[in-house]
């Protein structure tokens, strides 16, 4: 199994186990003399068993971030970054937008407020960092998909 179709699956058991949590919530009480519209039990069965395959496909994944190297980093490293980028761009983007604003005063003898930071200078960054934060997810998504899974 290649580590992309094991991210798909992980995905895939969270979506399920999601279900399953609502199935169970629908299905847990019912009215005295009432039969439930799913077997609870069997809808606990049913997770049990996502739960215990999500813990070994999550170690296999783990595994093989923190063993495979691109550009001598790790993927676990790589992942990191790309989190750290995301941030950043948010607080850039937000940036350019409060810096951009124009305040508009009715009188002059209004207080005037103006930007310390120029929203152009501030939009240059952040066009960088989300053209690093784009290369650097083309990366990690070639080399999930070369990537062959390391299992114990």
Known sequence: MKLAEALQ?????NRKMEELRR?????????????????????????D????RLAVLMAAINLTNSK????GQTLTELIAKKDALTVQLAAYRDLVYTAGQSTSRARGTEIKVKALLRSADLQKTADGIARELRLLDNTLQETNWKTKLLEK
């Not at 847990?28 to 997770?47: F, H, I, K, M, T």
């Not at 068993?49 to 215990?52: C, L």
């Open 9 to 13: 699956e992980r995905a895939d058991l």
């Open 23 to 47: 199935r169970l919530g629908n299905c847990v009480l019912v009215q005295e003399g009432e039969e439930p519209s799913e077997d609870p039990a069997a809808l606990l069965r049913e997770l």
């Open 49 to 52: 068993g996502a739960v215990a």
């Open 68 to 71: 495979t190297k691109v550009n």
